[in-house]
């Protein structure tokens, strides 16, 4: 064989290689559309069967398409009790937004929604999604804080009766639902610390570009406790309802529509969460779980809210 036969015949099942390659991906990618169909269908399935059911608590109603944890379920089954008046949703803290709170409700229900994440490339990774095109939904590249949520929310037309907020920052979710005017949410979806307990009013100190990992190694301080957020509901008038059994998502409905959903203080309705997030100084993984938590952040500075200081863990 001569050099150049040689390099066309290297050249060729290279190509070969690469088009193999190329329908091994096509395969895979009509696989994960047929598996997400399948996976959308068994959760409508689940939020019919929710809505003739009687459930003792948000935990009975828990299933996972999109959400993290159990969390399409619980969303679902509160729109179909409480019914808000308006179907439009806002969700911050979305990362790429196929892991979210309000995935699953987008596409199944058709509201019209708002997401926002700090990360710059975020409108350029929800074009190249489907889910751009065939749902209305506005994608937002920001980073929320208190100083800015309301003008975002009025600038991209979300002021007013909205659904369903969702807030999920790991810092500032606190401040920023307490900076919130502009939008009258009917469901109110937050995550808190469970680290933090069912009974301390503790939060995060208020820094607009706030970080967990640097504000402590242990990635356990951050956000703010169930108690601080269910004080926070009751001043603008919403009521508590449960968690996820997760132990990471608190879910408040506005006193007007409760609608026989049964309220819960919070200590009846805490969940002490069992996943791993805490790190030593050196960033390694530490897998602590409940009180050796509290114990890792001893002394580190939280704000206690019903006091109106800044303390130090004891």
Not at 155 to 179: K, T
Request: hydrophobic content about 40%; some cysteine; proline content about 4%.
């Amino acid at each position: 064989m001569t050099g150049v036969a040689s390099v066309n015949a290297k050249v060729r099942r290279a190509l070969g290689a690469l088009g193999r390659l190329v329908r091994l991906d096509n395969r895979v990618a009509a696989l994960q559309v047929q598996l997400e169909r399948q996976a959308v269908e068994t959760g409508r399935l689940h939020a019919s069967m929710n809505r003739v059911r009687e459930a003792g608590s948000l935990a009975d109603v828990e299933f996972k398409v999109f959400s993290q944890y159990g969390d399409d379920g619980i969303i679902s089954y509160l729109i179909d009790t409480v019914v808000p008046p308006v179907r439009k949703f806002v969700e911050f803290g979305v990362q790429s937004y196929s892991e979210a709170n309000t995935r699953f409700l987008l596409v199944t229900r058709n509201w019209s929604g708002l997401i926002m994440d700090g990360r710059p490339d975020l409108q350029a990774l929800l074009r190249a999604d489907p889910i751009f095109r065939r749902h209305d939904l506005k994608v937002r590249s920001a980073f929320v804080t208190a100083e800015n949520i309301n003008d975002l929310l009025v600038q991209e037309g979300f002021d007013g009766e909205i659904g369903l907020l969702s807030i999920d920052i790991d810092g500032n979710d606190y401040w920023v639902w307490r900076a919130l005017r502009t939008a009258n949410p009917t469901i109110v979806v937050s995550e808190f610390n469970s680290a933090f307990g069912p009974s301390h009013p503790w939060t995060v100190p208020y820094a607009p570009s706030f970080d967990r990992t640097r504000y402590h190694h242990s990635n356990l301080v951050y956000g703010s406790s169930i108690t601080c957020l269910c004080d926070l509901a009751e001043e603008k008038g919403y009521s508590f309802v449960g968690c996820n059994s997760a132990g990471n998502n608190a879910y408040f409905v506005r006193k007007d529509r409760l609608n026989g959903l049964r309220v819960l203080s919070p200590e009846e309705g805490y969940v002490e969460s069992k996943f791993s997030e805490s790190r030593d100084p050196q960033g390694r993984w530490t897998f602590l779980k409940g009180a050796d938590r509290l114990a890792a952040i001893r002394g580190v500075e939280v704000f206690n809210t019903r006091a109106g200081r800044i303390e130090r863990i004891p």
